[in-house]
């Protein structure tokens, strides 16, 4: 059962995902589908692989990254004076900043795993090479996918000689930094996204707009939902972005409160099955990818559907594998696909421990 979880899942949430575009996105559902097998592929392939030769490919993963963002501040396509996607021969759009968890989050959880004496140097070099891809994912600028970033990589402080201390005087950095931050890099945009989540009602037709219409959509689904195809705010199209940073708000409408709490079911099912996969693995390179990949599961999903029920100011953060989206769906199943050459491995021992 252990060895089928994650199978089951990405086929259950992929299901999910292109049933819901084909009602409120039909043009898109089939490259949804696509996308799905091509993140599928990835899965079985990556699974294959043994960890000693996934941990020595970590550092390829590492320069792709850096590559791959610096690229896409080059070549990338302009969007609301944003620079986030590379065109891949018109398929899709590489959004490479989806990247940087996994491969960032790997080559780090390799480099502790590896080190004997962990020191002052060691670890500033790790925040160095963590820093280097927030930076170029800010410049683009993405504020939410840099704070998910840094947020899903924290779980790695937790097993460094770090101090309690030390952990305040972070804490305080931190929070001077976001003050700065607040004065000298927000956007107005941005600073409109958390004050209109501060005061709703202050601008029903402008900044409040998005997170009102969620609400709505959310709400007018009910118990049982409006049913499939008979979303209005998603198919009159008042619901903003229904395919991707609101796709949980159009499977409210549509499939209800038990549709819902099926989403939340499903992507809490992930979150502690990975916490298991981490407490069961022998390798400690895996436990510490497996927290950072835990990490930002939980981050995704939560301040997804925290801010498309008025919970949480708008990110722009979509939820992983039922947004819309090639980048998105392509690199969380190759992801899982790693934690499965892990539990592949297990299996594979424990199968020859019994004979």
């Known amino acids: ?31 949804q589908l696509l996308f799905f097998v091509v993140g599928g592929v990835s899965f079985i392939t990556l699974s294959r692989l043994s960890w000693k030769r996934i941990l020595q490919l970590s550092v390829f993963g590492y320069g792709i990254t ?11 396509l302009q969007t609301r004076n944003t620079a986030r996607w590379i065109d891949v021969g018109g398929l899709f759009a590489l959004q490479a900043s989806q990247l940087a968890i996994p491969l960032v989050g790997l080559y780090i959880s390799s480099l502790i795993g590896k080190t004997k004496y962990i020191t002052v140097k ?21 504020l939410g996918t840099t704070i998910v970033y840094l947020a899903s990589l924290a779980p790695l402080a937790l097993f460094l000689p770090i101090s309690g201390k030390q ?10 930094t976001v003050a700065i931050a607040w004065v000298f890099v927000f956007q107005p945009y941005q600073k409109q ?16 707009y998005n997170a009102n219409q969620s609400m709505i959509a959310v709400g007018s689904g009910q118990f049982w939902g409006r049913g499939l195809g008979q979303g209005v705010q998603s198919h ?7 395919q991707t940073d609101f ?24 979150v502690l099955f990975l916490l298991h996969t981490a407490r069961t693995t022998k390798e400690k390179t895996v436990v510490y990818f497996v927290y950072v990949v835990t990490a930002q599961i939980l981050l995704q999903s939560f301040v997804n559907m925290g801010m498309n029920m008025g919970l949480l100011p708008i990110t722009g953060i979509t939820l992983p594998l039922l947004s819309y989206g090639g980048s998105s769906v392509i690199t969380v199943s190759a992801t899982l696909g790693l934690l499965q050459a892990d539990i592949r491995t297990q299996r594979k021992e424990l199968t020859l421990h019994v004979s």
Do not use: H, K, Q
């Open 66 to 76: 850096i590559a791959l963002l610096i690229l896409t501040l080059a070549i990338s």
């Open 1 to 31: 059962m252990r060895y089928w979880f994650l199978p089951a899942l990405l086929i259950l949430l992929g299901l999910l995902s292109v049933l819901t575009l084909s009602s409120i996105a039909p043009a898109l559902a089939s490259r």
């Open 122 to 142: 060691n670890m500033v070099y790790w925040a160095f090479l963590i820093a280097v891809p927030a930076g170029l994912i800010l410049i683009e600028p993405d």
């Open 247 to 270: 796709i949980f708000s159009s499977i409210a409408e549509e499939f209800g409160f038990v549709g819902s709490m099926l989403v939340i079911s499903l992507y809490l099912g992930l």
């Open 167 to 176: 952990i305040l005087s972070m804490l305080g950095i931190g929070l001077a």
């Open 236 to 242: 009159l199209r008042f619901l903003p972005e229904r």
């Open 193 to 208: 996204r958390i004050t209109s989540f501060i005061d709703p009602t202050a601008d029903l037709t402008g900044a409040s």
